[in-house]
């Protein structure tokens, strides 16, 4: 069974509409791990603008509130706050930036803190109208099936839009009704039922730039545009010669990798996020790339075997990419 067969079976007592159990190409997250939110709050200062006391959802929606989120390193930029604050006022968002910048990770820690159930849609699946916003199955009108953001405009909780500028528009149409004014979504599938957006229900939309580097993307339309209020950008913490100690120590904790090592995995990654956004390699490693290659030297293997395994071929399937690659590891590392 699927997580959003399991979904549906679980809220049909709770939904106006029947429901049968169908499986539809949709990326859902639930996580089960149990974790004490309260410890990891004490970080964050969202409560002034997302109450987790103040919100209240069925027991089997509450269960899609993310669980076991590790805390997200930035530079002072204090984005968890800034992106409650955006959901608080305006009740969506969109967060800009690189592949491996934190983004998902981000909203993930968000929806932890305030309590709030995560619905995530995967913009880049083939994913149709149908699957999102429903369909009868079978014969006849007797047994229809919700779609996610039919489930999330229902119940609430945080619809999360990755890879958003690689939308259909067809699906993107849909959706200004619910994020404008009128706050509603029709389902024309379903005689034009009309469905309220819930009290508590949010919207975050990430992306990468549009570039020829991500296939597939586009630059938002101006209607989609103008219903994200609040746009905030991302980017890595150490880009060129601008090294973040801060991404140092967090390699050194997560590996117990020598701090010499970890120095030297940072600058290579630097220069490597460089060359990314400059377009002269068609990938930037991310902080957790990089702690991939310091676990595998901590446990034994060689500086250069372990970046052979995990940064070189991660960067590119063409072999000159990892040849530039290779030597550049090996200049950074010899020089530092």
């Not at 269960?63 to 006022?89: H, W």
């Not at 957006?197 to 101006?222: C, Q």
């Not at 390699?251 to 460089?274: C, F, P, Q, S």
Request: hydrophobic share 40%; glycine share 6%.
């Amino acid at each position: 069974m699927s997580d959003l067969e399991e979904i549906n079976q679980r809220i049909k007592e709770t939904s106006t509409s029947k429901s049968v159990n169908e499986k539809f190409n949709v990326s859902v997250t639930m996580s089960k791990l149990k974790r004490n939110t309260h410890v990891l709050s004490k970080n964050y200062d969202i409560k002034k603008y997302l109450d987790p006391t103040k919100f209240t959802f069925a027991p089997e929606i509450g269960e899609l509130v993310p669980k076991d989120t590790p805390p997200y390193l930035d530079n002072g930029d204090k984005y968890v706050e800034r992106i409650s604050r955006a959901l608080a006022f305006f009740k969506q968002c969109a967060l800009i930036g690189p592949s491996g910048t934190g983004k998902t990770h981000i909203v993930y820690l968000v929806a932890e803190l305030a309590g709030l159930p995560l619905w995530e849609i995967n913009c880049g699946l083939q994913t149709s109208v149908f699957d999102l916003f429903g369909r009868y199955v079978g014969l006849g009108k007797e047994n229809w099936i919700d779609g996610l953001i039919t489930l999330w405009c229902r119940h609430g909780g945080i619809l999360y839009l990755d890879e958003a500028n690689m939308m259909k528009q067809d699906i993107a149409t849909r959706l200004n009704p619910i994020l404008d004014q009128r706050g509603h979504m029709v389902l024309t599938e379903k005689d034009n039922e009309i469905i309220q957006r819930h009290k508590d229900a949010f919207l975050i939309i990430s992306m990468n730039p549009v570039s020829s580097e991500f296939a597939g993307t586009k630059p938002i339309n101006a209607a989609m545009r103008r219903r994200m209020s609040v746009w905030l950008n991302f980017d890595y913490m150490s880009v060129g010669a601008k090294i973040d100690e801060k991404e140092i120590d967090l390699v050194v904790r997560k590996t117990d990798v020598d701090r010499k090592d970890a120095e030297k995995i940072i600058r290579i990654g630097a220069e490597l996020r460089k060359q990314y956004k400059s377009g002269d390699i068609p990938y930037g490693p991310s902080i957790g790339d990089l702690i991939n290659w310091s676990k595998l030297i901590a446990d034994g293997t060689s500086f250069y075997d372990a970046a052979e395994e995990t940064i070189i071929a991660l960067t590119s399937d063409d072999i000159e990419i990892q040849g530039m690659v290779r030597k550049l590891i090996h200049k950074i590392a010899e020089s530092a």
